[in-house]
Structures are given as structure tokens and as C-alpha cells.
């Protein structure tokens, strides 16, 4: 390189530094190092370095990442043997992963999550190759719908909650007409202002469906996120939006609750000073809602403080967890729902098979796990086993067979991180230049 501005060896060093801070960055380091170099000529390093060598992909690992999360994405490739990438895609449509496995020939396993368009991708690029569907992925389908039958039978915990705080209450004095009156209004105005917004969402979204809307015009003409506008778009009726809005917002004076009464019943009737040590023990709501809880038992005792009804969220938990992972507390507290509802129970006890077919990957036992969890009355867990029926040969070489897509999960999480580091405006060339060579 007879005319070359730089030797070798500064040429190196530069664009090891341009692999792994990118433009301005880049350049801020090598000017601390001594070595004159500016932001582009930083990136032109990096676009002249030629891709890495084609080699055949035995087991191919597919999963999308976002360029823009919930409007553009694109398809990583990973080989799974190795750990690293292969190839990046511009979009997750099946046509260009079908074209890219006929221009490189050779994969025997393709691991993906549960999209179609992988699939049909897959299917017709690589005819010959086994799908495997991810177990994270099926993991995570379940947990989704278990969530969703836990919230529609979550009336069952609260008439229970509600049976205990009236058992409470009838062991004092009744209080007056009043008093009644002002506690039942604090305890449901907020709950039932939610209903209320939640069955309003409801009609405004399915107006927009039965016009023909997509979910992302929903989002945009009513202004909600992505995630409450499929959640919305997707319900089969108001119930079901309903019931998740009744139970997602624990008060944050629940923890709070039992200290409050213990105190209240020793004499101290001072609401101010009782906002104050309940602050003092990291209480973060306001003064207002002690007044409002506490007025009520002005002039009386207050009833024993029954704990608050545990949320969908910890039930769900508590059921998806390894029941060996739970403490005392949580074994009871678990114990209890199910036997307050038979729906839960099921949903419990089909859920527990399911997570030893997958950990131990047992997949001969799937067919009859199907045929069991399919014949309650559990119309979410039937969702969930139509879509192991239409991705079924997947599923079940998921479920057998030892590949999974956890190394194409942490290349994602490293895409993340050069997306951030460059702010979100690399184009596509330059994206791919760094992960295929970082």
C-alpha cells in the first residue's frame, strides 16, 4: 500500500475500535490514545471490511429483532453450534428467509419461535430441515394464556377476600348507615371508574374492528399502546378486559393495612401521625387515601385487617414457578386459591405436567397431555393447544430434541445494545457490519 495514509498495524487498531464504539465514540477514544481519526472515517473502516466467509449452517437458529419496536423489525441468523451470527435479514418476511436458506445450502435443524412466517420460510427454503420450536417460546404462549384464565377466574379470590373482611366485621359494633355508606364508596369509586374506561375502550376498539381495523390503525387513532390495544382487539368479550382491570392495581396501602389497624385500635386516632409512620416505612402513596380508608372507623374499633386478595400477577407467578421455588407463605397462599377455585386447580395441575414434558423433554407424553388439558372447562389452555396442533411437529421436536434458540436470544440482547450505542441511527448496512463482526 504504497500510498496508504495509515500503516497496517494503526489501520488495525482503528477498526478494532470502530467495531466496538462505532462513529463519534470511536473517534473520542482514539483521539485519547493519540490517533488522529474522525467519526466517518471511523464507520468507512468498519463498511470496508469484507463479510465473513460463507460456511454451511448445520443448526440454524431464527429470531426477529426490532429496528423500531412495534413498527419495523428484522431476522437474525444464528448458527447455533458456534454462538454467532451468519446473517441478518431486512425484514421477518418468510420469502427472504426461504431465499437466503436456498442461497446457502445445508441446514439440517432450524430452531424459531412460534411465527408462521418463520415457518413457511423455513418450510419452503429448507424443505429437508427439521423445525424445532423454541421451549422459551412455548413456555412463555402458556404463561400468556394461564394469565388470561387467572384474571377471568379471579372473582372467586375476591368473593373470598370479601366473605373474610365481612366475617371481620361482624364480630364489632355495626356501624351506622353512614358510615357503611362512605366505606363501601371508598373501597369500589376507584374500581369502579375503571370498569367503567375499560367496557368504553372496549366498544371504541371493537368499533374499529368491525370496520375492518388492523390493530395498528387501533393504535393509532385511539392512541393506546400496542400491548393494551391487541389486549382490547383480541378479547373475546368486555369481560375479560374487565376482569383484568379489577384486579391489576394493588393498592399500596395493602402492606400497610394491618399495622394501620393495630394502631388504630391502641388509640391512636391521629391520621396525620399514622400517614407519618407508615411513610417512615416506605409507604409512597399520599395522605388522602389513609384519610379516606380510615374515616370510616371513626368512634369504633377497627375490624381485624384481613390480607389483601393476592393479584393476578402473583397467582399466575405462583403457579408457573417450580413449586419447589416457593416459600411457605407462597406454597399456602397457593394452596388456598385452588382450593377457592376449581377452575384454578385445574389450571395449576395442567400447567405443572406441562412444565415436566418440557424441562425433562418428554415429548412422547405431549399427545396425551393435549387430550387432558383439552377436555376441561379451560377455553385459554384450548387456545394454546390449537396453536401446539397447528405448529405441531415443531412443538414436538421442541419438546424431544435438544436445541433450543437461547444463543440467538443473546445476540438479540447484543443487537439491543449496538442499537443504543449508536442511538438508533445506523442504517441497516452498518448494523449488520458490526454484528457480524464484533
Given amino acids: 500500500m504504497r500510498y496508504a495514509r495509515r500503516t497496517p498495524p494503526l489501520a488495525e487498531m482503528l477498526t478494532a475500535v470502530a467495531l466496538a464504539l462505532a462513529g463519534r465514540a470511536g473517534a473520542r477514544l482514539a483521539c485519547l490514545l493519540g490517533l488522529l481519526a474522525g467519526r466517518t472515517g471511523m464507520l468507512r473502516l468498519i463498511m470496508a471490511l469484507p ?7 448445520r443448526v440454524l437458529g431464527v429470531d426477529d429483532f426490532a429496528f423500531r419496536r412495534g413498527h419495523t423489525y428484522g431476522t437474525l441468523l444464528v448458527n447455533i453450534d458456534t454462538g454467532k451470527p451468519v446473517d441478518m ?10 431465499a437466503w436458506l436456498r442461497a446457502h445450502p445445508g441446514t439440517e435443524v432450524s430452531c424459531r419461535d412460534r411465527a408462521g412466517a418463520f415457518a413457511d420460510g423455513a418450510r419452503t427454503g429448507a424443505p429437508a430441515a427439521i423445525q424445532v420450536a423454541d421451549r422459551w417460546h412455548l413456555w412463555h404462549n402458556l404463561a400468556e394464556h394461564a394469565e388470561k384464565t387467572v384474571a377471568a377466574h379471579h372473582q372467586c379470590v375476591r368473593e373470598h377476600h370479601a366473605a373474610l373482611e365481612q366475617a371481620a366485621a ?57 400491548g393494551t390495544a ?16 379489577l384486579t391489576g392495581w394493588p393498592s399500596k396501602l395493602d402492606d400497610h393495612k394491618p399495622y394501620l389497624h393495630q394502631r388504630w385500635n391502641s388509640g391512636c386516632t391521629n391520621i396525620g401521625q399514622l400517614h407519618r409512620e407508615i411513610a ?13 380508608y380510615l374515616r370510616p372507623f371513626r368512634g369504633q374499633a377497627a375490624p381485624p385487617a384481613v390480607p389483601a386478595p393476592p393479584t393476578v400477577r402473583h397467582i399466575t407467578s405462583w403457579i408457573l414457578r417450580d413449586p419447589a421455588s416457593l416459600d411457605a407463605d407462597e406454597q399456602a397462599s397457593l ?35 393435549i387430550a ?8 385459554d389452555l384450548r387456545s394454546f393447544i390449537t396453536g401446539l396442533k397447528r405448529d405441531y411437529q415443531a412443538v414436538l421436536n421442541g419438546l424431544t430434541l435438544p436445541y433450543s434458540s437461547g444463543k440467538v436470544e443473546g445476540n438479540v440482547n447484543k443487537i439491543k445494545m449496538l442499537k443504543r450505542q449508536m442511538y438508533g441511527r445506523a442504517r441497516f448496512d452498518l448494523l449488520r457490519k458490526r454484528v457480524l463482526l464484533a
Fill in 170 to 226: 361482624a364480630a364489632l359494633p355495626a356501624p351506622d348507615p353512614g358510615q357503611l355508606a362512605a366505606r363501601a364508596a371508598t373501597a369500589h369509586a376507584e374500581s369502579r371508574a375503571r370498569v367503567v374506561r375499560a367496557r368504553q375502550r372496549y366498544e371504541q376498539v371493537q368499533a374499529l374492528k368491525d370496520a375492518g381495523k388492523n390493530v395498528a390503525t387501533v393504535v393509532k387513532e385511539l392512541r393506546l399502546a400496542p
Fill in 335 to 369: 394452596t388456598s386459591v385452588r382450593a377457592q377455585c376449581p377452575h384454578l386447580d385445574a389450571l395449576a395441575a395442567h400447567v405443572t405436567e406441562f412444565a415436566k414434558i418440557l424441562t425433562g423433554r418428554h415429548g412422547e407424553q405431549l399427545d396425551a397431555w
Fill in 51 to 57: 463479510d465473513p466467509q460463507d460456511r454451511p449452517v
Fill in 89 to 98: 435479514l431486512p425484514d421477518r418476511e418468510a420469502g427472504t428467509l426461504a
Fill in 230 to 245: 391487541r389486549r382490547y382487539y383480541r378479547a373475546a368479550s368486555v369481560d375479560e378486559v374487565v376482569a383484568g382491570t
Fill in 372 to 379: 387432558t388439558a383439552g377436555a376441561g372447562d379451560q377455553p
Fill in 280 to 292: 417512615a416505612q416506605g409507604y409512597r402513596g399520599s395522605y388522602a387515601t389513609v384519610y379516606a
